[in-house]
């Protein structure tokens, strides 16, 4: 049975995720390395003991401890070729705002992170199995290009920034799905979201608010997304 311990970090989620050993899923901003190792420590696990550090994207707020905490934990930090540049330079790149609060966070959100060089590059189809973790890696872009999700076999889907839960970053109505506030190509955003749909994920674990059912997200597609042409 795969265990999910999520990480209340200062604006994101991280995971511990324990299959037959414990992985990292994203690392917050910079200098939130102490709390997530505390978190860690709290699952039962040492720094040494993480078999990878996975990153769903290349956002600050998801790969702003990266650096460090692969330092720390030696564990190889994974992450798909399409947002290495990001990480490589240590910024964001091409924000764009599905909203207000998109818009007004900007400033913040734009702020530099520790660069590092990712050790391994996440093809769509991977299976982590050798990690000790029975889930697969999809490509999920949209909110950026190298956007991917974690579909345990048991249906569970860390699906990073592709949605939100709740309002002011999730701290109200979490459960409830939402737009992400960046992305770099909405029409993409839905599209991937379905193709998790599709795939049989049944509760979506985010990098802001959640965790979101499948039926919740199923409803809210019907209302939100654009008729197909
Ligand atoms: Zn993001
Ligand atoms: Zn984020």
Redesign the pocket.
């Known amino acids: 049975m795969t265990k999910i311990h999520p990480i209340r970090l200062t604006?994101?989620h991280a995971y511990v995720v324990v299959g037959e050993r414990p992985i990292l899923i994203d690392t917050g901003w910079p200098n939130e390395e102490a709390t997530i190792l505390a978190a860690l420590r709290a699952a039962g696990f040492g720094p040494r003991d993480l078999s990878l550090i996975l990153l769903t994207h290349g956002?600050s707020?998801?790969a702003g401890s990266a650096a460090e905490l692969r330092q720390l934990s030696q564990a190889p930090v994974a992450l798909h070729e399409a947002d290495h540049d990001m990480v490589r330079r240590g910024r964001n790149e091409h924000l764009q705002p599905t909203g207000l609060l998109g818009w007004l966070f900007s400033p913040i959100a734009n702020g530099p992170f520790p660069t590092f060089e990712p050790d391994l590059q996440l093809e769509p189809g991977d299976r982590l199995d050798k990690f000790g973790i029975a889930g697969e890696i999809l490509h999920t872009p949209g909110h950026t290009p190298g956007s991917v999700s974690l579909l345990l076999d048991s249906g569970e889907v860390f699906a990073?920034?592709l949605l939100m839960g709740g309002y002011l970053g999730g701290y109200l109505f979490p459960g409830t799905p939402q737009l992400?506030w960046y992305a770099d190509d909405l029409q993409v955003v839905y599209d991937s979201i379905e193709k998790l749909l599709a795939r049989g994920a049944t509760l979506f674990y985010l990098?802001?608010g959640g965790p979101v059912t499948a039926g919740a997200i199923e409803k809210w597609l019907t209302r939100v997304r654009p008729a197909r042409r």
Do not use: N, V
């Open positions: 604006i994101a956002h707020d998801h990073g920034d992400p990098g802001h």
